[in-house]
């Protein structure tokens, strides 16, 4: 569990002033920690109830196609807007400064497809949530939602409290 705690690397100021960036590329580039982070995030559910791993753009695309393929398991991905090339649903979640929209195709789900839902980090969990309605408002079901890194600081797990979350590491 150390090994792939010592491979985040902590950034200040970045992308402004006050933010503590948890950077992933050290253990991205490292095997043996890009690994053991899949296998610990395939321990924190049942394979066999889950239909498709969904990412959230963009980091949250390696470890969850990552996980699909270990797990012989579909990949969906979840958007920023304008991205997807064919009919879509989209939820508006706040930020900080602003909102932000997401959004996925509306057959990703189809035939009410078990998800698993995967970031690379849990912070106030509005983007998780977002993500989270937006699969269930295509039909999807979710199993569970799974981060590499929770700043548990920042209580983002209450907003996600209708779900089953795991984490692999806790700041
Ligand atoms: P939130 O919606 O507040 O839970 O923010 C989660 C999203 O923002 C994730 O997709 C993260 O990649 C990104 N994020 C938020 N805070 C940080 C941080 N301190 N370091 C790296 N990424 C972050």
Known sequence: MDKVKDLIR???D???PGIMFKDITPLLKNAE???RTIELMAAGFNADDVDVI???ESRGFIFASALALKLKKGFVPIRKAGKLPWE???VKYSLEYGEDVIEVHNDAFSGGARAVLVDDLLATGGTAKAACELIEKT????NSVQFVIE???LNGRDLLKNYKVNSILSY
Not at 139 to 142: A, Q, S, V
């Open 151 to 153: 700043l548990s600081f």
């Open 33 to 35: 920690g890009f690994n």
């Open 54 to 56: 969904c990412g959230i």
């Open 10 to 12: 902590n950034v200040p």
């Open 139 to 142: 039909g999807g079901k979710i």
């Open 88 to 90: 879509t649903t989209k």
């Open 14 to 16: 970045f992308p402004k």
